[in-house]
């Protein structure tokens, strides 16, 4: 097989017809560009989605306590006033995977400082829960054991806070005003930005949950509690741990339902790959689809160059070149189209997505799997749809082929 | 000396369903090394046929047929292919020249499906000559719209040659040229024919044939006359007394 030369032949024909060869390209161009802008907005939102739920902390296990029925109204979660402080310093110190408890309690307050003031959530946490949900503070710090113990008036803040009642910037070791009462600001916590959900995470003082209890919500019980296993692969024995430690507090019998609920974040990681791949299959659907298309443009142009270089081939086959060269050739130059046209479309894939993300903000990742398995399909789509127009050629008599006008 | 071509009995036979169409019957012909034959016939007197199975193209329905003596009867496509590429060198009517493809890398085809180990710089150099021999040494880079009908048919020559083959064969070379520049195309096939290259070419004008050095006659697939042309005309005569008349007709200068 003459290989070489063949490729020389076909390229040489594919550039006498350049306008010709870019248009029947296109289709390819835009097949592959289009999968690579996709691909790559899929990857970069679902590291974003990722890294949101990363964000929430690594092996966090939420504990509520059970609802309460009052007058027929049923109070949903964490209304049952049945969880409480000593339940939670019990899963941290007798559940032998959990390495750290954050009682949560939650509420709105209206807070003043510097004459402003501004409506926003106030959470009673414990002096873990920054570590347990892996956020860092920018300046200052958290408050302590000993300051949660004590139900002391300290708190840290979010970013927006800072930005409503602090615009002069510098509110570490300011006070501020909730409800009244005086706290001091110890640290700002580094901006998170918005939640899956669409909250400003960034929109919250932060207090010792002890001063919650005591100073607004004036109770006993607690909500929920964070609780952090030590490895993701313990997580569903310390949930069955918990779980049993909880029963035998609460003193429920064998048989009877549980007065808590165990959740884990798994869901919400489920919930968001569900998503991820229903995309993927759809991606890979258009993919499809637009390299079919693109096949057949190649193949209908091929078809036509094949008609319209009857007598080159009738002149090549009489002067020594076998089916075989013709065939090579023609298929050499389907191949040539459709990567041409597989890189030309990876080109504008990539540069389509970086000004996405560039002019739109949108967060992409440029997958490498993608663009090979680009390549590779553009490839294989110029090998299935120039056979035929090739070995049409390749058939052909070389008498009537001459004779052809 | 051995013989170049040699049919022997040649019979073709088209068989389109129900009509039968008997286009050759049983011709013999046989060719010498450094012939110049001129093979002659009305239309359908199977000339065309003929000139198909000379050329490798198509096999005979019965009949032998010895290319340089290779029985060529009964190879297959491929065979038949590299036979073309190695014995034989066309010529055709419409001179069936690659367009945007240059005179010298159409000269270069024929090299390029030969065999293998001829490096791109032979090729040219051997290319290069041919075009030098029909005198379009100064047209190599020319692309085929670019000359005219007689400098097409001389880089057609050029490709035919370009392999060396045993015999040059040529379908009605001159039937798509004016008459003068006929003569010039057979000047240059009488050029050819006295540096030993055979030639077999094909053509229904007598004057065409008078060039030539033997006349075969065709008739309904048969071969009715062989004979030697004896007042043979010489190209380059017939040009410069072509000149002659030109210039008292105040033509040219």
Redesign the interface.
Known sequence: M?FF?TIY?AL?ALR?NKMRSILTALGIIIGVGAVIVMVSIGDGSEAQIEAQIAALGQNIILVYAGSATSGGARTGYGGAGNLSIPDALAMKNEVRDVIAVSPEIRGNSQVLANGLNWATRIMGESEDYLDMRQWPLSEGAMFTEQEVRTSAKVCVIGKTIVTNLFPDGDPVGKTLRIRNMPFKILGVLVPKGFSLQGTDQDDMVMIPYTSAMKRFSRQTFLPFVNVQADDSEHMAVAEQDISNLMRDRHHINEGRDDDFTVRDQQEIADAAAATTATMRYLLLAVACVSLIVGGIGIMNIMLVSVTERT??I????????????IRMQFLIEAVVLSLMGGLLGILMGVSGSKFLSWYNHWPTLISTVAIVSAVIFSGAVGICFGYYPASKAAKLD??EA?RYE | MSSVIKLENIHKVYDSGEVKVHAVRGVSIEMQKGEFVALMGASGSGKSTLMNLLGCLDRPTEGRYLLDGIDVSNLNRNELADIRNKKLGFVFQGFNLLSRTTALENTELPMLYGKRGTSRRQMRERAMNCLKIVGLGNRADHFPSQLSGGQQQRAAIARGLVNEPQVLLADEPTGNLDSRTSIEVMGVFQRLNQEGITILMVTHELDIARYCKRNIILRDGELVNDIQVPDRLIADDEIRRLQEAEAAAKLTK
């Open positions: 003459r030369f032949v040489r006498r007598r080159e009738g002149i090549r086959m009489a002067v020594g070149a076998h089916g075989s060269d070389p008498i001459l």
